[in-house]
Structure formats: C-alpha cells, structure tokens
C-alpha cells in the first residue's frame, strides 16, 4: 500500500484530522479464541506494516519490540493471563524517524511542536447563559457541518487492545474472557482516500468473527479515539451491589451489558448472528441500508462511502440498531459535551443539563453548568437538589 508522508511533516500548517477507526468488543470467550485473536491483530495490524512504520509497542504494560512480540507470541500460548492488553503508537518511516530510539526522541523534544501558535478556544454559546447553552444544542444537535481541522499529531495509526478473564465466585460460572480493541490510521496518510483500507479492515473483522463468536465492531471515521463517539456518551452503568453476589471480588466485576452488543452507531457495524435475531428486519428494507451476511455474524452499513456518511444517515441506522447497543449513562463538562453534536445520534431528551449550586464551583463559568447523557432505558439518575438544579429542553 502506499502512504502520504506522516501529517506532523505539514509544514506547521494544520490539518483534516480525521482518522479511519476500527472499534470491537466481545464477551465470554474461551483461552483458545483470545490466544487466535492475538494472533490475527499480531499477524494483521502489526505485522503488516513494520516494514513501513515505526512501533512503540506495549504487552501487558512492559515495552517490546515486533520481533520478540512476534516470538513471544508464535512459540507459547503461556501469553495469556487474567488481563492481557497491547498497546501501540506508530508512524511511517523518514529520513528523521527510523527506529524507536530516534521516535520517542522526536515526542520527547517536542519538535513537531516548535513555533506552533495554540489559539484560545472561541464558543458559540454563553458559558453563563442557560438559554444560550439549550439554543446552541438544539440547534447544532443534528448539524451535518463537521470541521476536523486541527494540529497534527505524533501517529499515524494506533492500537489499544484490552481484555481480562472473568470468573463469578458465588456459583463457580465461568464468564471467561471480555474486551475491547481500537485501531486507528491516518487519513492524511491514505491522502484521504479511505475504500481499500476499508476493505482490509472489513476482512479483518470477519477473520476475527470467525474465532470470536461473540463480536460486535464499527468502522468509521472521526479523529483519533479509543472509543466510539456513542460510547463516550454512554458507557457507563448503573452497577449496584444487587448486581454483584461476591462483593469480595467486586474488582473483577464486569457488567455483562458493556460487552457483547454494539458500541457505536457508524458508517459500518458489524454484530453477531444472535444479536441480528433481535432486529426488526423490515427497517432493513430500506435502500439506505447494505446487509452483508457472513459465517458467524452480519454487517449492517449505510449505503455510502464512509466519507460521505452524515448525522441525518446515523439517526436512521440508530432507529435499527437501537436493541442491540450498549446503555448507559456518562458526564461531560460543558465544552467536551459540544464536541459531540452532529456526530452521534443522540436524542434532546437524552440530553440533561446540570447547574451546580455550589457557590464556590460556580465562580468558575466553566465549571457552573454540566452534561450528563442517558439512553431512556436507563432508570432515573439521583442527585442532591439542594447542589444541583436540573434544566429541562422544553420539547423533551
């Protein structure tokens, strides 16, 4: 495949920032699989690309190089332990960067950051207007206009990959193992032309499917993110000590509703075949729609190249997808909630704004008012009236 040069060699000018990004999750697997998925993301997302990247490379919080990972992980399946993570940051191979020493020597220096300008943020809103916050959500909650401009950034593609073994106490019942793996690259490096690592990534997924039979993927674009932008609105639960019969091992608790369905309402997602039974399958009927029937699971697209996928065509996908992702809850501060208007599907009455009351916070405009997002399956979410004061949009 042939790449641009890495963005952070731009000219200090900033850049389309936008990435294509895998996100997947699974739950209850056996040894064997997770030992066979680390194979695939070894032979697949790293091998790969080492003749033409640089790898700083992480297995289970200790620095490796792509060889002896590669060793380590042919000749023993003894890799495995209760929680196995591999994490990378990599770029494209220059006249400046050639190896690892020299990679970590450029972010450490800060080179890619000399003479940069940083701007103060401007907003379109009122920090300390109720009004002025509600208008600007209302009227940008489905706004198509996204700007990826921004400062380049030290990786051209990325991974984390996480997951740990699971095992409730109180009845001997083996949950086995659940996870997560992210896989970002550069769409300034592909010059912006996302279809062939598309497909690769599409092929990727499958080869997984067929040793995780609990998979549950998207691939899209956005820039660099660990998570999917629904899952940063909605991911986390409401665990109570109810849920959790061995309160000794509530550290090794997951709940079952974070893993094994969908994570993110994108371009392309990919859900295994017990979840397809849940969907209504007359809402595929539409032309918007591509369903791609595979050995162990099913893609759900919309019908357009990925670059081309807009808000108006996720709300529609969401209408689908809706029984089969994830729900929860999460907080944001103010500002960090805005970034997400126009991205993901989300509904005003899924929007709750929070005044804080506290005198002391409320000094700081920034601190004085806060987002907490709920899908409606949630139960209500309690907090103090006499510190907190809920705004309500007036057609929620």
Same mark, same amino acid.
């Given at each position: 495949?042939?790449?641009?040069?890495?963005?952070?060699?731009?000219?200090?000018?900033?850049?389309?920032? +936008?990435?294509?990004?895998?996100?997947?999750?699974?739950?209850?697997?056996?040894?064997?699989?997770?030992?066979?998925?680390?194979?695939?993301?070894?032979?697949?997302?790293?091998?790969?690309?080492?003749?033409?990247?640089?790898?700083?490379?992480?297995?289970?919080?200790?620095? =490796?190089?792509?060889?002896?990972?590669?060793?380590?992980?042919?000749?023993?399946?003894?890799?495995?332990? +209760?929680?196995?993570?591999?994490?990378?940051?990599?770029?494209?191979?220059?006249?400046?960067?050639?190896?690892?020493?020299?990679?970590?020597?450029?972010?450490?220096?800060?080179?890619?950051?000399?003479?940069?300008?940083?701007?103060?943020?401007?907003?379109?809103?009122?920090?300390?207007?109720?009004?002025?916050?509600?208008n600007y959500i209302e009227s940008n909650i489905d706004d198509e206009n996204i700007s990826y401009i921004g400062e380049p950034i030290p990786q051209d593609i990325g991974l984390n990959f996480n997951c740990q073994y699971v095992k409730q106490q109180s009845d001997n019942t083996d949950f086995g193992y659940c996870g997560s793996l992210s896989f970002n690259i550069s769409g300034y490096l592909l010059d912006y032309k996302f279809d062939d690592f598309t497909n690769y990534l599409k092929e990727f997924v499958k080869n997984c499917s067929e040793v995780i039979k609990s998979l549950c993927a998207n691939i899209f674009i956005s820039e660099k993110n660990l998570k999917t932008?629904?899952?940063?609105?909605?991911?986390?639960?409401?665990?109570?000590?109810?849920? =959790?019969?061995?309160?000794?091992?509530?550290?090794?608790?997951?709940?079952?509703?974070?893993?094994?369905?969908?994570?993110?309402?994108?371009?392309?997602?990919?859900?295994?075949?017990?979840?397809?039974?849940?969907?209504?399958?007359?809402?595929?009927?539409?032309?918007?729609?591509?369903?791609?029937?595979?050995?162990?699971?099913?893609?759900?697209?919309?019908?357009?190249?990925?670059?081309?996928?807009?808000?108006?065509?996720?709300?529609?996908? +969401?209408?689908?997808?809706?029984?089969?992702?994830?729900?929860?809850?999460?907080?944001?501060?103010?500002?960090?909630?805005?970034?997400?208007?126009?991205?993901?599907?989300?509904?005003?009455?899924?929007?709750?704004?929070?005044?804080?009351?506290?005198?002391?916070? +409320?000094?700081?405009?920034?601190?004085?008012?806060?987002? =907490?997002?709920?899908?409606?399956?949630?139960?209500?979410?309690?907090?103090?009236?006499?510190?907190?004061?809920?705004?309500?949009?007036?057609?929620?």
């Amino acid at each position: 495949m042939t790449y641009k040069k890495s963005s952070i060699f731009s000219g200090k000018q900033k850049v389309d920032c +936008r990435n294509l990004c895998l996100y997947f999750n699974f739950k209850n697997e056996k040894a064997d699989s997770i030992l066979k998925l680390i194979k695939l993301i070894e032979i697949n997302l790293i091998q790969n690309f080492k003749d033409d990247f640089v790898f700083d490379i992480q297995f289970n919080e200790e620095d =490796i190089t792509t060889k002896l990972l590669h060793k380590k992980i042919k000749s023993s399946g003894d890799i495995l332990s +209760r929680n196995i993570s591999l994490i990378y940051d990599a770029i494209l191979k220059s006249d400046i960067i050639s190896n690892r020493s020299e990679y970590r020597r450029f972010i450490t220096n800060n080179i890619f950051m000399e003479n940069w300008v940083l701007e103060e943020p401007e907003f379109e809103y009122d920090l300390d207007n109720i009004d002025s916050i509600k208008n600007y959500i209302e009227s940008n909650i489905d706004d198509e206009n996204i700007s990826y401009i921004g400062e380049p950034i030290p990786q051209d593609i990325g991974l984390n990959f996480n997951c740990q073994y699971v095992k409730q106490q109180s009845d001997n019942t083996d949950f086995g193992y659940c996870g997560s793996l992210s896989f970002n690259i550069s769409g300034y490096l592909l010059d912006y032309k996302f279809d062939d690592f598309t497909n690769y990534l599409k092929e990727f997924v499958k080869n997984c499917s067929e040793v995780i039979k609990s998979l549950c993927a998207n691939i899209f674009i956005s820039e660099k993110n660990l998570k999917t932008e629904y899952f940063n609105l909605f991911e986390m639960e409401d665990t109570n000590q109810n849920q =959790i019969n061995y309160k000794e091992d509530y550290k090794d608790y997951i709940n079952p509703e974070r893993y094994g369905y969908l994570s993110g309402v994108e371009g392309i997602n990919f859900i295994s075949k017990e979840l397809f039974s849940k969907i209504d399958k007359k809402l595929l009927q539409d032309e918007s729609f591509e369903v791609e029937e595979c050995k162990n699971g099913v893609f759900i697209n919309i019908n357009k190249d990925l670059d081309m996928v807009n808000i108006h065509d996720k709300y529609k996908i +969401r209408d689908v997808l809706n029984s089969v992702l994830i729900k929860g809850y999460c907080e944001h501060d103010l500002i960090h909630f805005m970034q997400f208007l126009g991205k993901v599907p989300i509904y005003i009455d899924e929007i709750i704004l929070v005044e804080s009351l506290d005198e002391t916070i +409320r000094q700081d405009i920034y601190n004085k008012y806060f987002v =907490i997002t709920k899908n409606q399956e949630v139960g209500d979410l309690k907090l103090d009236s006499e510190k907190f004061r809920l705004h309500k949009f007036n057609h929620a």
